[in-house]
């Protein structure tokens, strides 16, 4: 919606298709960050290799430290059918980013958390997971990482957050009895794909409506100076308050909050979650939001 309106886009068709052209790219990325540690994994294993080839190697260089290379979570990734698939499927690969691999790896081997997994006396599933989850967590704010994707394709910087909560929840729900990575399926349901496309035309189609409303509950704001994805925002989740009886108010609300959070300023969060309880508020009043079925709760 924001690359639609803000070149003045005319056909939503074509924008529809890019934006669920964009829902696939972010399930690529969810892919290809899965295989990020599995890379390193294979760049630390060749350079132990090159060490035990030296003229002169040293006792560490032949008996190294496998702790990392042999990952437990790694090796299941590694495996994954699922993951597997995808990869090849659409193509996905580090294979144009060996000075990522690089900066990673010599990032993870200075980290403290490495350090302490790699001296640990005892090796376990749960060690392997739990430092493979602060190695997601810590590369949130990689630069490298960032210019990385940015040239891999210029949808994944953006989804880079939400997509590492993703990882993190499938990590913490991997135990040592699976036999195969239990991947986040791309939609939830048959009925998702076509939520997307009737949120995004609903709110485009009714837009200019939206900001009145927003105008309404901004009264003592300066209007020109809302950020525009915080109008976005806004417009959206009336759109889907007033456009979808199953989806009770609250968990719209939530949801758009949390939105929020991702995808505009620091402050963005606390201005929408008051903008939209008066909104649902009045909107409720007049009419305009009404509920059915689950809705209701």
Excluded at 42 to 71: G, I, M
Excluded at 169 to 186: D, F, M, W, Y
Excluded at 200 to 205: G, H, M, N, P, S
Excluded at 237 to 249: G, H, Q
């Amino acid at each position: 919606m924001f690359a639609h309106i803000q070149s003045g886009a005319d056909n939503m068709i074509a924008s529809e298709k890019n934006l669920m052209a964009s829902v696939d790219k972010a399930y690529d990325l969810y892919f290809q960050l899965l295989t990020l540690p599995v890379e390193l994994a294979e760049y630390a294993r060749s350079r132990q290799e090159l060490a035990r080839q030296k003229r002169l190697p040293t006792c560490e260089d032949l008996h190294p430290n496998t702790r990392f290379v042999d990952n437990a979570v790694i090796r299941l990734i590694a495996d994954s059918d699922a993951v597997n698939d995808r990869i090849a499927a659409r193509k996905l690969s580090w294979k144009g980013c060996p000075e990522l691999i690089r900066t990673l790896y010599t990032q993870l081997c200075e980290s403290d958390y490495y350090k302490e997994y790699m001296q640990s006396p005892v090796a376990s599933f749960d060690n392997d997971r739990k430092m493979l989850m602060q190695f997601f967590e810590t590369i949130q704010t990689c630069d490298a990482l960032d210019e990385a994707l940015e040239e891999l394709s210029v949808l994944w910087c953006g989804d880079l957050p939400f997509v590492l909560i993703m990882i993190l929840r499938i990590l913490e729900n991997t135990r040592p009895s699976h036999t195969e990575l239990k991947v986040a399926a791309q939609f939830k349901s048959e009925e998702d794909p076509a939520f997307v496309r009737t949120l995004f035309e609903r709110t485009l189609v009714n837009y200019n409506t939206y900001q009145t409303y927003i105008e309404r509950f901004t009264a003592n704001w300066d209007v020109e100076r809302i950020v525009f994805m915080d109008n976005l925002i806004l417009a959206t989740a009336i759109a889907e308050l007033t456009s979808f009886p199953s989806i009770p108010v609250k968990v719209t609300l939530d949801e758009f909050i949390e939105i929020s959070k991702y995808y505009s300023t620091p402050g963005s969060s606390t201005f929408i979650n008051g903008i939209l309880d008066k909104a649902a508020e009045v909107l409720t009043a007049e009419g305009l939001i009404k509920k059915a079925g689950r809705g209701l709760l």
